[in-house]
């Protein structure tokens, strides 16, 4: 059976500094693999998807991941962080659910940036 | 192109009652999900809609059902509200089922009272 896990329930940088937000899946096949945003009280916002192709994949906002198959992990990052990347961050693996295909959410990561 | 939009914004309800949220998908997307996302959580799959048929079904109860339209817009319908029917519920549109990225909309925020 296919999951993601989120290592980090909370993270906390300073504005400037880098972001990593971690995520591990689990997946028998090769998996399509999504970093969602959500700010407060919005909807979600597609980051960056991994389907297969290129292995660091680059998203909105200054935003990229990497997929490492021997490491199972596709790990967020960004630079440099602004006070606006405030938000809900959710990593997302696509997997079956009996016979139907869907996402796979996991628990979220709250991302906090200090002045 | 038109985003996926979700009507109303807001709704508050007595418990014991019924709602019908609506959505409307991207353009070119045939395939309508829907998430409820309590406060303080990660959004919980309750269903997904392809081409007017229910195609996969999260673990909510008979009370939650919904439609899809030919034009792909589609409801959500609580019957026999309850207090734990709080939440944010999420509509998301995508190209295909399964492994295709999901383009949300704003969301309706329900509270039943």
């Known amino acids: 059976a296919q999951s993601v896990t989120q290592l980090d329930s909370h993270v906390s940088v300073s504005e400037g500094t880098p972001v990593l937000l971690r995520c591990n899946y689990s997946?028998?096949?090769?998996?399509?693999l999504f970093w969602y945003v959500q700010h407060p009280n919005k909807g979600l916002q597609l980051l960056l998807k991994y389907t297969s192709a290129a292995t660091l994949v680059k998203g909105i906002n200054g935003f990229e991941a990497e997929f490492k198959k021997s490491e199972t992990s596709f790990h967020l990052t960004k630079p440099s962080a602004h006070m606006s990347d405030a938000a809900e961050y959710f990593c997302v693996v696509s997997g079956y659910a009996g016979n139907n295909r869907k996402l796979i959410w996991g628990l979220g990561t709250s991302l906090a940036v200090n002045p | 192109e038109t985003g996926v939009t979700q009507s109303p914004t807001h709704l508050i309800k007595t418990r014991g009652q019924q709602v019908t949220l609506r959505c409307s998908s991207q353009?070119?997307?045939?395939?309508v999900s829907w998430y409820q996302q309590a406060l303080g959580q990660g959004p919980q799959f309750i269903f997904q809609y392809y081409r007017e048929e229910e195609n996969g079904r999260g673990n909510f109860p008979p009370r939650f059902s919904g439609l899809q339209f030919p034009n792909y817009s589609s409801e959500l319908n609580v019957n026999a509200l309850e207090l734990d029917d709080s939440a944010l519920y999420l509509c998301?549109?995508?190209?295909?089922?399964?492994?295709?990225?999901?383009?949300f909309g704003p969301g309706t925020r329900l509270t039943v009272t």
């Open positions: 353009s070119g997307h045939n395939t």
């Open positions: 998301a549109s995508s190209e295909g089922t399964g492994g295709y990225e999901q383009y």
């Open positions: 997946s028998s096949y090769s998996p399509s």
